[in-house]
């Protein structure tokens, strides 16, 4: 059966009449403003903070779209991916009657928020070995109430890219919403799925600003999708979800392409760095091959790993109770004289 968006989205939002803000029903720039309900008075720091911000985030939405190299209708932004993850949830899932697919091990927010929506998780566990999606294993989990299938790739906490053949398998077999989450996708060896946005009208992807883009502070999060399924996103969303401080100062760091694809260039070179150095320590059993800006390793003693590098003010994930990590550590990638920092550190651990 082809995939219908008509027939998943749910009823209540398909009959939704949106909030309609004063700053929707006019959109010039100019003018004297007595529609919202603001203070008319310029607020005491710099920016017009005393207006509401674009609901719509058209300016900075120009700029993504130039970078993305996609139309403005096919981009959604969210207070950082987390309330994109939520409006996903809240477009397609029938609290208490339909469930979702996740991926483990993987990203927590996929699980919370369907615990929040209360939504029901069917779990289809990556392969043991290498962290690949198991297509049968996820096929089979699909019930007739799945509405969503969450793939992470690169995959959160084990770094790995996942084989774009098993995700076009799942995107040709499944009537619902595939989900791939590229929040690392700007360290990885391999390109974003947003082509394929064309062939597919059931994938939305998500990316953020707040990992590549070093920007995690002002919880800017993307999804692209088809144009109709981003309009319903945008019906869904709290009118002024990215305020305006965000907004500007993310403007004016998206004209910095160049500054920024060399601090991820830089990033990268001190990955592999840490993975070759970590490699060589008597306790670091695996090091996981990566594409983003972490790495899972797989140590003898996480426990007292993790506890002495707390003591050193070194602060790591500590990934070990997790299902197919167990006795991962899970370390970010930081500047060179960090890293330097931490191999002095486990240098220096002495196993009792
Ligand atoms: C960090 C991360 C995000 C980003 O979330 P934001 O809310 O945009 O900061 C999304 N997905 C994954 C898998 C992540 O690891």
Redesign the pocket.
């Known amino acids: 059966m082809a995939f219908q968006l008509e027939q998943i989205i749910r009823k209540n939002i398909k009959d939704l009449k949106p909030y309609s803000s004063a700053r929707d029903e006019f959109k010039g720039k100019e003018g004297i403003f007595f529609d919202a309900n603001e203070n008319p008075y310029h607020s005491l720091l710099s920016e017009n903070f005393n207006r509401y911000p674009d609901p719509q985030q058209l300016d900075l939405k120009k700029k993504i779209s130039l970078i993305k190299e996609l139309p403005i209708e096919n981009i959604f932004l969210?207070?950082?991916?987390?309330?994109?993850?939520d409006i996903l949830f809240r477009a397609f899932c029938n609290p208490g009657i339909d469930n979702v697919v996740i991926c483990p091990p993987?990203?927590g927010?996929y699980e919370v928020s369907a615990n929040i929506n209360d939504v029901k998780i069917i779990e289809a566990a990556l392969t043991a070995e290498d962290f690949q999606l198991n297509t049968e294993r996820v096929l089979q989990a699909i019930t007739p109430e799945t509405k969503l299938i969450f793939i992470?790739c690169?995959?959160?906490?084990t770094g790995n890219g996942v084989k774009w053949a098993s995700i076009k398998i799942i995107l040709e077999s499944f009537r619902g919403i595939v989900v791939v989450?590229?929040?690392?996708i700007n360290f990885a060896s391999y390109d974003s799925l947003i082509p394929e946005l064309l062939n597919y009208p059931n994938l939305v992807i998500?990316?953020?600003?707040?990992?590549a883009w070093g920007l995690?502070g002002l919880?800017?999060?993307?999804a692209f999708a088809s144009e109709k399924i981003i309009h319903l996103f945008n019906k869904i969303k709290p009118p002024y979800n990215i305020n305006t401080a965000s907004q500007y100062q993310a403007i004016k760091a998206l004209d910095k392409v160049e500054e920024i694809n060399l601090m991820i260039q830089n990033i990268i070179s001190e990955r592999e760095m840490l993975r070759h150095e970590l490699k060589r320590l008597p306790f670091v059993i695996t090091v996981f091959p990566s594409e983003?800006n972490f790495l899972l390793v797989k140590v003898n003693a996480p426990d007292d790993i993790y506890k002495y590098l707390t003591s050193n003010n070194i602060i790591v994930r500590n990934r070990s109770k997790i299902k197919l990590c167990e006795g991962c550590l899970r370390i970010t990638v930081g500047t060179p004289g960090e890293n330097q920092l931490l191999l002095n550190a486990l240098k220096n651990f002495n196993q009792l």
């Open positions: 969210g207070n950082g991916s987390d309330e994109a993850i993987t990203y927010m992470c690169p995959n959160n906490p989450d590229e929040a690392y998500l990316q953020t600003l707040s990992k995690a919880r800017i999060g993307m983003a």
